[in-house]
């Protein structure tokens, strides 16, 4: 496949980019996919290389361009900043790059009410867009959270403690996007807040899957536009909820938080959990920065298998997105 960046540039690796007349040969698909990367400043590449690899291994033959975006509102340093100005299209290109789907990840909050982020105005205005300007958008996370409150005034709930691991989700019913899928697929989840199942289907949304534990997982919403919901994190690799575990830690020893974090459910073997809960009792009692150098070596269950999920799903939605491309535009709904 090519995958195709802002500014047009492909990645150079002749393994991830055939040539131009091969493509224009096999009478390929082409579509346009952006990403709209709010993730904090110690997230930003990371989420950047994993949606960017799903939609890689995904394409089968349909040619990529692929475009990286990121809200002004949200708070960035100065690396990132510079970052975002070399390597990422402005926001306000959206209209003009023709996007097909687009996907919008979920932000650090800032404020206890989502209305009162920062960054809430601009979001909105991407909600609108997104409804009559894309096949399908994947609103992931917090963003699933906005948008869903945005257009339907539905409201997330404050958990009692963080859902942080990675849980045993079902399929609730059948649908394109999860075609293919196990009965039963892991995916991580890592929150503050929920949205309950009784309260999105009240107001029309499709449960797709769900967790007994860690509750609604994947829902969609047929607009103008379909729009797909992730309140988990089907695109984390392996070691992304240790890099978010070892964060809250390292804040919570610095004195940046006030609770200590929950170890991840489902996540590393038991003979870390048991070094982890040690660690924790000392570090309760001493809470010194210089504390995490002695942190033991963690292992991770070798069952988490992580991302098996997301190729199928990203699978499905490049194909949807190609098949409605080949659709008249009188005939979409």
Known sequence: MTLLFDKDRPIKSPALAPAQDDFERAGAAELTIGL??????SALKATERQFMRLVQAASGNIRINFHCFSLPAVARSRQASEHIAHDYADIADLDRLGIDGLIVTGAEPVAPSLPDEPFWAQLTEIIEWAKINTRS??????????AVKHLDDVERHRLAEKCSGVYDCNKASDDWLTRGLPATLKVSHSRYNELRENELAARGYEILTRSDLAG?????RQLESRFIFFQGHPEYDASSLQREYM???????????????????GYFDEATVAQ????????RVNRDPLLAAELPGLTLRSDIAAGAAADTIF???LGFLREEAREPASSRK
């Open 276 to 283: 982890l809960e040690s660690f924790e009792r000392r570090a």
């Open 216 to 220: 609604v997982d994947i829902f969609a």
């Open 315 to 317: 699978r499905n939605w």
């Open 247 to 265: 964060r809250d830690l390292a804040r919570f020893l610095s004195g940046e938080r006030d609770s200590y974090p929950n170890i991840p459910a």
């Open 36 to 41: 709209v990367n709010n993730m904090p400043d």
């Open 137 to 146: 958008t994947i609103w992931s996370c917090l963003a699933a959270h906005a």
